[in-house]
């Protein structure tokens, strides 16, 4: 069954730094997220993505984050200069059409010390 | 902006016994109720959803139900066991595609 993969599983990065998540959507999927969940709480969505634009994002996706995807199959999410409270999982996730289900991929950790 | 409330936030029962989640949503709007199960170190799961034209929907031991009028949603699972173990999280979505979530339940099924 397909599956959306995301690399790292972990990242550890110094606060200011630049990191670039990574995710390979599933592939006949055509809209793509990000969402990202602080330790114990709920899942937030951050941004939605649809033929090469962002369909929709949230207040926490300001000018520090951007989202890209470079080919056909990788679907990226850069973080210019990270700060503490970036500290979270990062969650990937795809559907076919924007109404139909998401599919999320195991998670990049990401701890900013 | 639509908001989802989920409770209880923690659930202890026996195998074999029924499990019930609750959820409430604000936007009127919202047309689309996943529930995601997810377990330590994972990403969600989807384990069932609904449409808001239907009012119920069943899959084996799960079952999900919809009260558009009064904006609540439920997930049902009967006969509960130890796998069934994790943290579920309900989400509502409108037209637009992005998922709000609820603020997760913790079940424990005690063998």
């Known amino acids: 069954e397909p599956e959306v993969t995301q690399t790292p599983s972990h990242q550890v990065t110094q606060m200011g730094q630049e990191v670039i998540l990574r995710c390979v959507p599933i592939s006949n999927h055509l809209y793509f997220y990000w969402y990202r969940q602080i330790l114990g709480q709920k899942v937030e969505f951050l941004v939605s993505f649809y033929n090469n634009e962002i369909s929709e994002k949230s207040e926490i996706f300001d000018d520090q984050f951007s989202v890209e995807r470079p080919d056909g199959s990788n679907f990226t999410l850069k973080i210019r200069s990270t700060k503490l409270e970036d500290s979270a999982m990062y969650f990937c996730?795809?559907?076919?059409?924007?109404?139909?289900?998401?599919?999320f991929g195991p998670g990049t950790r990401l701890t900013v010390l | 902006g639509e908001n989802v409330e989920q409770h209880p936030s923690t659930l202890s029962v026996q195998e074999g016994d029924s499990a019930v989640i609750k959820c409430t949503y604000s936007?009127?709007?919202?047309?689309?109720f996943p529930w995601y199960k997810q377990e330590l170190g994972k990403g969600p799961q989807l384990i069932i959803d609904i449409r808001s034209n239907v009012g119920e929907k069943k899959d084996q031991r799960i079952a999900v139900t919809l009260n558009k009028t009064a904006k609540h949603f439920s997930l049902h699972i009967t006969e509960t066991q130890p796998e069934d173990s994790a943290v579920y999280f309900c989400a509502a979505s409108s037209n637009t595609d992005k998922l709000i979530f609820g603020t997760g339940t913790r079940l424990q099924v005690f063998p």
């Open positions: 936007d009127s709007a919202s047309n689309y």
């Open positions: 996730a795809s559907s076919r059409d924007g109404a139909d289900t998401q599919y």
